[in-house]
């Protein structure tokens, strides 16, 4: 089996983050990899063209993300005690953010949950965790919280 070195670890936050990196923390302690856990906000670059000053949508993006790297701080310091773990907060589309970091930073695996949406549901919203399963160059293990709980 290939050496596990890099963790990403992806997480939106939710009640089901924590399930999320204690299954990236197993596997980074039996391997002794590095994690980098990773969140990814919303652009909202496509709310441009509907009278909401680009300004506006900068600001708002920038707060978003100055909470994001504090709640991130806390989620590490929490989740992923006595490993070596850091935290990266991203802006953009969550399946691409997330592919590129995991490129970029060299990842051996990526860990990640999934929300389990079916029908209507995942028409509008789509499965970021099914972009990145399908497009990822490493192995992909995707958590579904839920119904682990």
């Known amino acids: 089996m290939p050496a596990l070195k890099k963790i990403l670890c992806a997480v939106d936050f939710s009640e089901g983050s924590p399930l999320v990196a204690e299954y990236a923390a197993t596997l980074a302690r039996a391997a002794k990899a590095e994690i980098i856990c990773v969140y990814v906000a919303p652009s909202l670059a496509e709310y441009v ?9 900068d600001t708002f993006v920038g707060d978003v993300v100055a909470s994001a790297e504090t709640t991130m701080n806390d989620f590490t310091t929490e989740n992923f005690k006595d490993l070596p773990a850091r935290g990266m907060v991203l802006t953009g589309y969550p399946a691409e953010e997330i592919l590129k970091a995991a ?7 990526i860990v990640m949950g999934t929300h389990g949406r079916t029908g209507i549901d995942r028409i509008i919203f789509g499965s970021v965790a099914e972009k990145v399963v399908k497009t990822a160059t490493c192995p992909v293990l995707t958590i579904k919280p839920h119904a682990a709980a």
């Open 103 to 109: 490129d970029s930073q060299q990842a051996d695996m």
């Open 49 to 57: 063209g509907f009278n909401v000053p680009q300004a506006a949508l």
